[in-house]
């Protein structure tokens, strides 16, 4: 079966950075448009970042812009999210999430509608 396991959250102050990666497995990784969502206490989920199977295709929700990076490695079937300048508001659980065969990074990618499988999450905290 499918499984997607994030790691490398943690407690950061701000201004600080972070790497968070997502190992996936029961999948082809390189043929999977994968993306990070966040959700914070009381809040909905957010979309942060999708990025295409390739790669080559990238997509942020306007917040992290200019300060996250989403990234992949299908040779090791591992996505990244590259979290600097980090803000107090960017403290959330991270969840990675791989997309339905087929599906790609679409207008409508941070609804989370073209994903199907998700991991168990990691908290990001970040002190002010």
């Known amino acids: 079966q499918v499984q997607v396991v994030e790691s490398g959250g943690g407690l950061v102050q701000e201004g600080g950075s972070l790497r968070l990666s997502c190992t996936a497995s029961?999948?082809?990784?390189?043929?999977?448009?994968m993306g990070w969502f966040r959700q914070a206490p009381g809040k909905e989920r957010e979309g942060v970042s999708c990025i295409s199977a390739s790669g080559r295709i990238t997509a942020y929700t306007n917040s992290v812009k200019g300060r996250f990076t989403i990234s992949r490695n299908n040779a090791k079937n591992t996505l990244y999210l590259q979290s600097d300048n980090l803000r107090s508001e960017d403290t959330a659980m991270y969840y990675c999430?791989?997309?339905?065969?087929?599906?790609?990074?679409?207008?409508?990618?941070?609804?989370?509608?073209?994903?199907?499988?998700w991991g168990q999450g990691t908290q990001v905290t970040v002190s002010s």
């Open positions: 999430a791989a997309a339905r065969l087929g599906a790609y990074c679409s207008a409508s990618w941070s609804t989370g509608g073209v994903f199907e499988h």
């Open positions: 029961g999948l082809t990784f390189d043929t999977t448009a």
